[in-house]
């Protein structure tokens, strides 16, 4: 087994060197920390990762979850690490105070989520699904709601989904068909509660065996509703729901029960006609169960009515948007772990000699000493280090967004807003190619079980699919993030590049490289107001290479972070010592091979989405 | 129950060693320091027994201010606060002699520490300390247990363990498996911030002084002798090694 999964010096290069996370302490709600607060946080993360997490890398992918008897059972390990994480605070961390958090910037938590999704990708997601669903309810149910559900959610003994997905509703969820009744029509009448019925599928955790309960934060179009997208809402549905004994509104008493099995609220559970149909056997990420579930088959299961009718996708968006950001981190987790197993091998692996001496009486060399082995790595150090620095810069914006008020907290959601998209399927698409390389450095070692890099190529492959598919988010920044506000976000966006082009440009050594960002970004931008044109003559051809366009973003946008991250480097490496000489030149070579074989691909790119020629378009069905 | 944990800032067990000052100093550039692995269980084990029996920990360190990033941790880790003697813990027995004073003062019921420190692993401290308190010491504590007065305890003698039982107060150097490390957590790691760190002056002044530090010899190269050319090793043993 690798013994390294991520770099600690690289975290803290980006969140101290480059983006200077302490700084936030300098905004009133962040106050109360330090650079020593954020330290102790990624040790603590790094802790359980290596004691508690990696151990289980192996063991949760070859015994997947089952399910038994009507319930999904889980790695038994999984109980101590979903304990853990709530007895110790992490499920709520960022949020405030007042309601029991620690209020850690995302920049810092994000951080520290990568450090346990390089660990053990599967065992990660079990914490953070619940910190989401408990998210938005805080964001948007009612108090009540609030205080019932969110508290057991905080602790880890209540587990917390996303429930979407339908068997013909996933890309398209305008066309669930989940259906909420009132039950106010019934004898007894229940205002916000409500009769759910229909399928759910690819639910993650959507049942275990190691939480007392699943609160579902599921979508269902209300009766009578508007049709679409517009008539979706957004409940709760607990599997178990608390038993009624009268009295209570929301057909919820919170006087008068009695203590059953959680050990912080005392309240009667009972089923709520949520059933597990099937658990999935997947490709990869293994360990974390994905649920088909039954939601009403007995005509029996209640929903509780979160925000206000008809707004359920508008509040999801702010899970999912978040959501996006956290599989653009685990891809970027799993591909730097990758990574670090192929390194490792290819330090000690010796084959064959180097090209220039084939002496056959030497010993052979160790094959990271071949350029072709040292291209493989440059090209997974360049994805994965590229990915990391976007989405560690997002989280301050994010962070930024949360302290500010006004136009510069508009500015910072205008830019989160529009790379979102790009940190999610940058990390995604090109993690797959980076735990491919990994394998292909460990040859047919690494096409065996004896080593991890085959289980990392695996569980990248779900994240170009899962939190909205890569065609989707080419569709979403093409069709929509780029044009909102009459194209403000973009302007932002290069704005952001132009400044770290004049200050990369203050480095001689620096200077070509700010030239080809440069030359790049009026590229895409002259692309871009292409495309644009084509929008009013002809939207299906506008729309149809909308992924290669998010392609070509997601390359311009890591070579800016590759700048940001070479001119820091470059001022470091003056005053450097030791193994930070290496640090910030690995830094350097490693900007350059970006600019040398991926920024160039641009062009190719560029190629396409200017011809005129709409193959996608103009193919039918039946040529295949 | 008042319990003194006394914890070491040393290198991190990865850590590249060099030097500096015409090979006087050691050189800290770039050096993750952390508590040593055997205060780690000290510390773990007193804030269990805190938490059983009420009362306080307090962690003490001997070292310049650099080491207030690992005494916080210790803080985070559960010490209610902490007390530094300012300066370098030049040797064992001045490094004891300020554990001494501080002792003295403040009388505690159990002082714990590792069994031995990770930098120069001398593993004196915690006898030195008793020595100058008039207490018992006892070392390597695997299993520590308090019912009273009475301290029970597992150690590892030579080729076994041994039960035992002391009065307190005591000064034990401590080894696994007497407790599991403790993790941060959250509520821990905020509140570490403002937990009270006393700062002192030290006492007498350190009794040595280092005149040069020299690494280890590199390893030799490995060689590989078939196993069916049994004289070719011999030969290699006797006449290159020169250990027959």
């Known amino acids: 087994m690798a013994t390294q999964f991520f770099s600690k010096r690289n975290l803290q290069f980006l969140l101290y060197e480059v983006f200077d996370a302490e700084s936030l302490t300098k905004y009133p709600y962040y106050q109360d920390h330090a650079r020593e607060t954020f330290d102790m946080v990624l040790d603590s993360a790094e802790q359980i990762a290596e004691k508690m997490l990696k151990p289980l890398l192996t063991e949760m992918d070859r015994k997947e979850p089952q399910l038994v008897d009507g319930k999904i059972r889980i790695h038994e390990g999984m109980r101590n690490i979903i304990k853990k994480f709530g007895d110790d605070g992490w499920i709520n961390a960022g949020f405030s105070y007042e309601e029991g958090g620690q209020q850690i910037p995302s920049t810092v938590l994000n951080s520290a989520a990568f450090i346990f999704q390089a660990a053990n990708y599967s065992s990660s997601v079990f914490p953070f699904l619940t910190t989401g669903a408990a998210n938005l309810l805080r964001s948007f149910g009612s108090k009540e709601l609030q205080e019932i559900y969110i508290p057991n959610m905080y602790a880890g003994i209540w587990q917390g989904t996303m429930a979407l997905t339908e068997p013909d509703a996933g890309s398209s969820l305008s066309d669930i068909t989940t259906t909420a009744e009132p039950t106010d029509s019934d004898a007894e009448c229940r205002p916000g509660v409500y009769k759910i019925k229909g399928q759910k599928i690819y639910i993650s955790a959507g049942d275990h065996d190691m939480c007392e309960n699943v609160i579902h934060l599921m979508l269902a179009k209300i009766k009578g509703g508007p049709a679409g997208a517009k008539g979706i809402s957004l409940f709760v549905v607990p599997q178990k729901r608390i038993k009624e004994t009268g009295g209570g509104s929301n057909g919820i008493n919170t006087t008068n029960i009695e203590n059953q099995t959680s050990n912080i609220e005392h309240r009667i559970l009972e089923d709520n006609d949520v059933l597990t149909a099937g658990v999935y056997h997947k490709m990869g990420y293994k360990g974390a169960p994905i649920a088909h579930l039954m939601v009403g088959s007995n005509d029996n299961t209640l929903g509780y009515l979160v925000g206000e009718p008809h707004k359920g996708l508008t509040y999801m968006f702010q899970m999912m948007n978040e959501a996006r950001i956290g599989v653009g981190m685990n891809a970027a987790a799993i591909g730097t772990a990758a990574y670090y197993a192929s390194l490792e091998y290819a330090k000690e692996r010796p084959q064959g000699r180097v090209i220039s001496d084939k002496d056959i009486s030497k010993p052979q060399t160790q094959i990271i000493r071949h350029a072709d082995v040292k291209r493989m790595l440059l090209f997974q150090k360049a994805v994965v280090e590229g990915s990391l620095a976007l989405l560690t810069q997002c989280g301050l914006y994010a962070d930024l967004a949360h302290v500010t008020e006004g136009e510069e907290r508009e500015y910072y959601h205008l830019l989160l807003d529009l790379l979102t998209p790009i940190a999610k399927s940058y990390p995604s698409e090109m993690c797959c190619l980076s735990t491919s390389a990994a394998v292909q450095i460990l040859g047919g070692a690494g096409y065996t079980t004896d080593f991890p890099v085959e289980q990392f190529y695996r569980e990248a492959r779900i994240h170009p699919i899962h939190e909205g598919t890569t065609g989707i988010h080419g569709l979403d920044l093409l069709g929509r993030k780029i044009i909102i506000k009459n194209g403000k976000s973009l302007q932002l966006f290069f704005e952001e590049l132009m400044k770290t082009i004049e200050q990369a440009s203050e480095y001689e050594s620096l200077k070509p490289f700010a030239e080809k960002l440069r030359k790049y970004l009026e590229k895409s931008a002259g692309i871009t107001q292409h495309l644009l044109s084509l929008a009013a003559a002809d939207l299906e051809v506008f729309l149809s290479d909308a992924t290669l366009y998010l392609e070509l973003f997601g390359i311009v946008t890591i070579a800016w972070q590759w700048l940001v991250q070479g001119i820091k480097a470059q001022e470091k490496l003056a005053t450097a010592q030791g193994d930070d000489v290496n640090f910030y030149q690995g830094k350097l070579a490693t900007m350059r091979y970006f600019y040398e074989y991926e920024l160039v691909k641009i062009d190719g790119l560029a190629r396409r989405l200017m011809s005129s020629d709409n193959v996608t378009v103009e193919m039918q069905s039946e040529w295949f | ?244």
């Open chain 2, 1 to 244: 129950m008042k319990i003194l944990v006394c914890i070491t800032n040393v290198p991190d067990t990865t850590a590249k060693i060099s030097f500096t000052d015409g090979d006087t100093k050691f050189n800290k550039t770039g050096v993750t320091y952390i508590c040593g692995p055997y205060d780690d269980y000290a510390l773990s084990r007193a804030v269990e027994l805190r938490d059983q029996l009420g009362g306080t920990v307090t962690v003490m360190n001997v070292g310049e201010a650099d080491s207030e990033q690992v005494i916080r941790k210790c803080l985070a880790i559960g010490a209610d606060d902490a007390i530094r003697v300012n300066c370098e813990p030049t040797d064992s027995y001045f490094v004891a002699e300020q554990i001494a004073v501080v002792a003295a003062q403040e009388k505690y019921d159990l002082i714990l520490m590792g069994r031995e420190s990770i930098d120069y692993n001398g593993g004196i401290v915690h006898g030195l300390v008793a020595q100058m308190l008039g207490i018992p010491s006892l070392s390597p504590v695997m299993k520590l247990e308090i019912d009273g007065n009475t301290a029970k305890m597992t150690r590892e003698i030579e080729g076994g363990k041994e039960d035992i039982e002391a009065s307190l107060p005591l000064v034990l150097g401590c080894q696994e498996p007497i407790a599991e490390w403790k993790i941060p957590n959250m509520r821990g790691i905020m509140t570490a911030r403002t937990k009270p760190l006393r700062v002192l002056e030290p006492v007498g002044e350190g009794l040595t002084v280092t005149s040069k530090y020299e690494l280890p010899a590199p390893k030799g190269a490995c060689k590989m002798v078939s196993a069916d050319e049994a004289e070719k090793l011999i030969d290699l043993l006797k006449n290159e090694a020169k250990v027959l």
